[in-house]
């Protein structure tokens, strides 16, 4: 299994594109054009493959904003999630960011919880789906 920081380039884009795809949009009923924001060829991206097929993913913004975590269905309960968010959180403390910060599905808080994230803020709807802000301080060494 292969976990990966990589930008949305020609190589790993259409595998991003896949896993967002059928997490977000095929099942989660999300419109395209909500997830794919145009922020993809500025943030920083995670790509989990088993063997050579992408199955998890996940990308940070510069300011600190993690966003866009998925799992394809079969590969749930299996630890990609927190792999993929680990390596988000990871990578924000080698840019020396004071804070991550997300929106969580309600349902996906506790997930947010147990990996260190605290609730900050009010539900909120976005893309039809309740969530809830969430943020990590960070402790730079």
Same mark, same amino acid.
Request: charged letters at 30%.
């Given at each position: 299994?292969?976990?990966?920081?990589?930008?949305?380039? @020609?190589?790993? @884009?259409?595998? =991003?594109?896949?896993?967002?795809?059928?997490?977000?949009?095929?099942?989660? !009923? $999300? %419109?395209?054009? =909500? %997830?794919? %924001?145009?922020?993809?060829?500025?943030?920083?991206?995670?790509?989990?493959?088993?063997?050579?097929?992408?199955?998890?993913?996940? &990308? $940070?913004? %510069?300011?600190?904003? =993690?966003? &866009? $975590?998925?799992?394809?269905?079969? *590969?749930?309960?299996? !630890?990609?999630?927190?792999?993929?968010?680990? @390596?988000?959180?990871? +990578? @924000?403390?080698?840019?020396?960011?004071? &804070?991550?910060?997300?929106?969580?599905?309600?349902?996906?808080?506790? *997930?947010? +919880?147990?990996?260190?994230?605290?609730?900050?803020?009010?539900?909120?709807?976005?893309?039809?789906?309740?969530?809830?802000?969430?943020?990590?301080?960070? $402790?730079?060494?």
């Amino acid at each position: 299994m292969g976990v990966d920081i990589v930008q949305f380039d @020609a190589t790993n @884009a259409p595998s =991003i594109i896949h896993v967002r795809t059928e997490v977000f949009v095929k099942e989660q !009923g $999300i %419109d395209s054009e =909500i %997830d794919f %924001d145009g922020l993809d060829e500025v943030a920083t991206h995670v790509l989990v493959s088993v063997g050579d097929k992408p199955v998890a993913t996940g &990308r $940070i913004l %510069d300011d600190g904003h =993690i966003g &866009r $975590i998925g799992v394809l269905k079969s *590969f749930r309960r299996q !630890g990609l999630g927190v792999k993929v968010v680990e @390596a988000l959180v990871k +990578e @924000a403390k080698k840019k020396k960011y004071k &804070r991550v910060y997300l929106g969580s599905q309600i349902h996906a808080t506790e *997930f947010y +919880e147990k990996l260190g994230f605290n609730v900050c803020g009010e539900v909120f709807m976005d893309a039809g789906l309740e969530h809830i802000e969430m943020e990590m301080e960070m $402790i730079l060494s």
